[in-house]
């Protein structure tokens, strides 16, 4: 009878032995890897897996599996992308994406199946807006933090008038509603508001309607390989020379090698820059280089590491096990994370507050001139938590 117990005891300790040793934590990329937005998706992940590697390749003592799928920005397909990593592969947490639209469709699933989910990209307002939840944390930026502190850049340099230019869906409409925003309240007048739909790069036509239109100044979203062809037309059509043109930061963000020339002297707002000057961020930059020599550390990387450090924070309070979800989220949601950017934390909606940077582009870098917007924090319109 106790040989039975000693027995019992010892299957189950070497059971709970062996589980703790084989325990892993599984981590979905839900990235784009082809088309227009694929470089973001590589830098994102190259970002992630980078802050794994400086802890050893685990996290809170947990091995780090990785399952990936490529979403295509394609909205279409999100909501089955996302049932791949989460009901095929039974993911712990989700870690995606770099469209709105998408993100959209990954917010929602992510929030039915009680997964959480870390956005290292995408801006869409709603999601950490009406639509924020529990579940849904972001280690970037809201569609409207970077337009709104460029419509107060373009007030103080004195333009009375603005065109907007973009895509077609949630990123531009809001990236521009932001700068319309900031613009309008100090008394600037946006006065035509182009589009054109994702992922098209036919501007011809849009640009000659400025040309003719002749506003103080263009401020524009674009992103990945569409910014590069944007910069290049807007300079080809003789603008870049007349009417100054403004963005969001992504508009020369991974593309300066690609854009060259065209891209000289543009002003953009975002919450990275280089010469931030910051000993994480020489670090960061450091190893970066060391890890990946034949690409250039951009906003994407830094998004996906600190996606990596916020993870890592929620799986220190829970000692690696991420089935204890809300004490994970609790840890994720009061985190300081120490990043490349600057130390932030995140709002109640789960957006991080941050510095937005003034940034000019110098050669092959997007260096930092100011801020234009101190612990700008998005202000969660219609978030209920
Ligand atoms: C977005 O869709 O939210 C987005 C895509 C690329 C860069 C920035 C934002």
Redesign the pocket.
């Given at each position: 009878m106790q040989k039975t117990i000693i027995n019992t005891i010892l299957a189950a300790a070497l059971g709970v032995a062996c589980a703790s040793a084989n325990a892993t934590v599984k981590v979905g990329f839900m990235l784009p890897y082809s088309g227009t937005?694929a470089k973001?998706g590589e830098a994102i992940e190259n970002g992630f897996k980078l802050y794994v590697a400086e802890q050893g390749g685990k996290l809170a003592g947990q091995d780090i599996e990785y399952f990936k799928v490529d979403d295509e920005s394609d909205p279409s397909k999100a909501t089955e992308n996302a049932n791949r990593l989460i009901k095929r592969d039974q993911v712990d947490i989700l870690v995606g994406t770099?469209?709105?639209?998408v993100?959209l469709a990954l917010a929602k699933a992510a929030k039915e199946s009680d997964t959480t989910l870390i956005i290292p990209?995408?801006?869409?307002d709603a999601i950490t807006g009406p639509l924020c939840s529990k579940e849904v944390f972001r280690t970037s930026f809201t569609?409207w933090q970077p337009g709104y502190a460029m419509g107060q850049v373009a007030h103080e340099k004195g333009y009375k008038t603005a065109i907007t230019i973009t895509w077609n869906?949630?990123?531009g409409k809001e990236a521009t509603d932001g700068f319309k925003e900031g613009f309008e309240k100090l008394g600037g007048k946006v006065v035509k508001r182009l589009m054109l739909p994702f992922p098209k790069v036919e501007f011809q036509s849009l640009l000659t309607e400025i040309a003719a239109e002749k506003p103080d100044a263009v401020f524009t979203f674009f992103?990945?390989g569409g910014a590069v062809k944007f910069v290049k037309d807007y300079a080809d059509a003789g603008l870049g020379k007349t009417i100054p043109l403004l963005g969001?930061g992504?508009l020369t963000d991974g593309t300066l090698e690609a854009q060259g020339a065209a891209a000289q002297g543009l002003l953009t707002t975002l919450h990275y820059a280089d010469g931030l000057d910051n000993p994480k961020d020489k670090a960061f930059r450091a190893d970066y280089t060391k890890t990946y020599p034949d690409i250039a550390p951009d906003v994407y990387a830094v998004q996906g590491y600190d996606a990596a450090q916020l993870l890592a924070t929620g799986l220190n309070a829970v000692k690696g096990d991420a089935s204890k979800k809300d004490a994970m989220r609790g840890a994720m949601q009061g985190a300081t994370i120490d990043s490349p950017r600057g130390t932030f934390k995140l709002s109640k909606a789960g957006n991080p507050i941050q510095d937005i940077y003034l940034r000019e582009v110098q050669g092959l870098k997007n260096q930092v001139i100011g801020v234009a917007a101190k612990a700008l924090a998005d202000p969660a319109r219609g978030c209920k938590l």
């Open positions: 937005y973001l770099v469209h709105s639209g993100a990209n995408a801006g869409a569609n869906y949630a990123a992103a990945g969001s992504f």
